[in-house]
């Protein structure tokens, strides 16, 4: 949830629009835009360790919808098989091996991975969930997807 801001005009509440960056003024019709925190996010999502499972299929399956040109995304039924999200210097991986799913990040230049680290899910989500604010306040269509991933 955004933290609630007052309007510079009239200092009334605003409140947040769908996307959670612009915040307009019931009062005055004052609108301010506002960044997104990864912090916000992360809690959106509302990881759940106990079924990691689950939960990486339904971020891999949101995301994949929503980013589908900067997306791989592979299945067998609700078992998520490997999932890649490209956010230019940012790459998260998270692939089926025999042991489980495992989560990678891989820092990215032209294409080129320099840099690949696997993580513990609650690392991945975090420096996920901070790739994508960084990335919405950057684009105004991220913005749009994640307002979508936190009210579903």
Partial sequence: MTAPIRCPSCGAMMKPAADA???????CGAQTQ??????????????????IEEFMYRLAHSLHH?????????????????FELNLD???????????????????MVRGIALKTATLPFDRWVEML???LAVH??????????LAQLKAG
């Fill in 136 to 145: 919405a306040n950057e684009n105004a269509r991220v913005a749009q997807v």
């Fill in 34 to 51: 506002v960044a997104i925190d990864g912090e916000q996010l992360a809690a959106g999502l509302r990881l759940d360790l106990q079924n």
């Fill in 89 to 107: 210097i940012d790459m998260f991986v998270a692939k089926r091996e025999p042991h489980g799913i495992i989560a990678q990040h891989k820092k």
């Fill in 66 to 82: 929503g980013f589908n040109g900067r997306t791989k995304f592979e299945s067998m039924g609700e078992k998520l098989e490997l």
């Fill in 21 to 27: 960056r612009i915040h307009a003024c019931e009062y």
């Fill in 129 to 131: 969930t901070r790739a």
